[in-house]
C-alpha cells in the first residue's frame, strides 16, 4: 500500500513561485507519511513545540493533522509517554470493532 503524502496548504505553499519552506514542507510530510499514527503525532507536537505560539496551526496547515491531535501529542509528550502502549499503536480496545463477531 502507497503511502499517501499531505500536500501542504500553508500561506508561503499555495502562493506562485518558488518559497524556500516549499521544499522542507514537502520533506516533512513524505516522512510523516511513512510513521505511524501516534509517531506522527508526536513529530508535529515537538515541531509545534519548536515553533511556538501559532506552531499547532501552522502545522495543521502543513500536514493536514488537525489541531487537536497535535495537542494531544504535546500532552503526551509532557506525560513522557507515560499512557501510551509501547507495544501498539492504539490504546487496548481502540479502533474500529471486529467486521465479524466470534
Known amino acids: ?24 514542507h514537502r520533506r516533512m510530510n513524505v516522512f510523516i507519511s511513512r510513521l505511524d499514527e501516534a509517531q506522527r503525532r508526536w513529530y508535529v507536537a515537538l515541531e509545534s513545540q519548536r515553533i511556538g505560539h501559532g506552531g499547532d496551526h501552522l502545522l495543521s496547515q502543513i500536514t493536514g493533522l488537525d489541531e487537536a491531535t497535535i495537542r494531544r501529542g504535546r500532552a503526551e509528550l509532557r506525560a513522557e509517554l507515560a499512557d501510551c502502549p509501547e507495544d501498539r499503536v492504539r490504546q487496548p480496545g481502540a479502533g474500529r470493532p471486529p ?4
Open 1 to 24: 500500500m502507497a503511502a499517501t503524502v499531505a500536500e501542504c496548504q500553508c500561506p508561503h505553499c499555495q502562493q506562485e513561485g518558488d518559497h524556500p519552506d516549499r521544499v522542507l
Open 99 to 102: 467486521v465479524e463477531k466470534n
